[in-house]
């Protein structure tokens, strides 16, 4: 008789452990070969495609590092959120209240010279995202109130608040009847480096600070056992609330800067559809680089060159871009699964059953 | 005012089917955050099996198996591999929504066969349907509404009176005792984690079949969530989910209702209502500390026979 038991693993050497999460990634491109096979289109065909439509030229390259740019940020903040068991599905929200306060004070403010006007707009935002995060945070630390329906709800809440604005008082006389809020000026549009918006320098160096501030802070240091154990960080003396409220600041903080950084970088004003579905996407990213800030960069690059890949099949193949969304939850599953491979091992039990009495 | 809250009735169907299942889920001990994908996945394949084949009863079925495909890679996941509930949840609508889109694109646009329409056709229950005020809102509907009274009594009787309820709860509230007691847990987690998820896909097939018959990109626009938001409302009870899935289902429609009357509000602003709401009521909910009004004690914890 053949039995398995399940016994949970002390220790798994590195090496092993991303070999598991590896195969793990080969075996949902598999299959999610076979679901696009299945909707009768050819996965090798598809594939090769989505990589030489977000690699091949160097055109495609920069379409996909601003697509990288925005999902990094993004992840970040997440990630911060969910370092303390912070269920944080408000990326989408807090991303559009940093653009929309951006937009304010682009539209509003004049005279400042760039510099300025790109940091006031930066602080903005940053306080929009927060001010967004803070609402449901609050609400946790000082009534347990379900932070995952509260942020997603804030998110639909924001989309309307937007989309208001822009079909209503803030839309433009220029645009002839066209519901679009007005252009950002000059000095409100980030400036380049290397052809690509500074962006990319901005993400970079938060990569940096936030793995600092996690690893190496006491604050960090604080969220990491909340995460892990409520009980543990009350039973050190910890202010369970003021942690919560703080992680979430900064949380919604740098999503509203990716807010900031889409509306001026790449938006030039405000729109609805702004956010993109970063915030979510950004939780599976989140998620695969195991909560850490430097995974987080390779990690997010290599799903942008998914999306990237996604919306250049969309045209040069007439396959929709949806398959990209799908290829980022079979992928997670997959790597979702392998976790308990690298958590647990697997015994097969062998009794043998005794054939002859033992005189 | 007749018509509005018949109309109450029919925008709040999705909501009833979609947090009933979930309710069946969570009494289970899993806390699936994917309803909004299940219901996607239901409402595209309930749209195109009842498109191809002009049968409702195709669509039907096909809005079911989805949701129990779906629900069944979330169960072999959190249960058997111990995943994440929340992440492998969020996952589900994330993969769901893709999924929904994907397969949509080419049926965009495109009408409910004549067939299918007949089917949902408005029917008048003899008797009931004569009474005043409660006829003309509640018994002058299609046979899915129907069907929605039918599985709120039926549920109720499961989770209140039959030994399988009781069982289920047990596992709910504490896997381990429950497997001490000789309950077979992971055959109900699975079973009710599925079950709950085919009725999730079928409140999504209700919108694109009935509510709208035509295929319209994200048609449940927040719904599951607003469903997941009312199990708590709810508190795990599937008559308050009935009560619950029709307030809502009325702030979903009161802006239509509002611009008939005269009174103009930015459609915007109402559209925010639902969702507003559903805030108010999870934090209120969190306020109250009575007994029965608890979730299940093992929500969102997995079990692990090995470790207990």
Known sequence: MTRFNIIKRDDLPKKREWIIRTLAILFSLVSAGLVILALGFDPLEVFPGMVTGALGTEIRLTQTILKAIPLIVTSLGILVAF?????????????????????????NVEGLPKPVM?????????????????????????????????????????????TYLQYGPWKSPESQGFPKVATFPDNATLPKLFGIHIGWVIALILVVLVYIFINHTKKGFEIRVVGESKETARYAGMNISSVIIVAMLISGGLCGLTGMIQASAVEKTLAASLSGGYGFTAIITAWLARLNAIAVLFVCFAFAILLQGGSYIQISMQIPAAVADMLQGIILFFVLGSEFFIQYKIGIIRKNIPQKEVA | MEGFLAATVIAGMPLLFATTGEIITEKSGLLNLGVEGLMLMGAIMGFVAGYETGNPWMGLLGAILAGAAGS???????????????????????????????????????????????????????????????????????????????????????????????????????????????????????????????????????????????W????????????VALVIFASWNPIKAFIGAFLFGGLSILGFRLQSMGIHISQYWVDMLPYAATIVIIILSSRKNKKENQPPADLGIAYFREER
Request: hydrophobic content about 55%; proline content about 2%.
């Open chain 1, 83 to 107: 370092k303390m068991n912070f269920w944080n599905i408000g990326g989408e929200g807090q991303i559009l209240m940093g653009a929309l306060a951006a937009a304010y004070v682009a539209l």
């Open chain 1, 118 to 162: 790109l940091l006031l707009m930066a602080a903005a935002a940053m306080v929009a995202g927060g001010i967004w995060a803070f609402i449901p945070a609050f609400f946790k630390a000082r009534m347990g109130v379900n932070e995952t329906i509260f942020t997603l709800m804030l998110n639909y809440i924001a989309i309307k608040f937007v």
């Open chain 2, 72 to 214: 069944l890679i979330f169960a072999f996941l959190t249960i058997t591999l111990r995943a994440n509930q929340v992440v492998t949840g969020l996952t589900l609508t994330i993969f769901g929504t893709g999924f929904a889109s994907f397969m949509g694109k080419s049926y965009v646009g495109l009408v409910v066969p004549q067939t299918i329409k007949d089917f949902f056709v408005k029917i008048h229950v003899p008797l009931l349907g004569d009474i005043p005020f409660i006829g003309p809102v509640f018994f002058r509907q299609d046979v899915f509404v129907y069907f929605g009274y039918f599985l709120v009594v039926l549920v109720s009787l499961y989770f209140y009176r039959t030994k399988r309820g009781l069982n289920l709860k047990a596992v709910g509230e504490s896997a381990a005792s429950a497997d001490a007691s000789g309950i077979n847990v992971m055959v109900y987690k699975y079973v009710h984690t599925c079950i709950g998820g085919a009725l999730c896909a079928l409140g999504g097939a209700y919108m694109s079949l009935v509510m709208m018959s035509v």
């Open chain 2, 216 to 227: 319209v990109e994200n048609v449940v626009a927040g719904r599951g969530w607003i469903a």
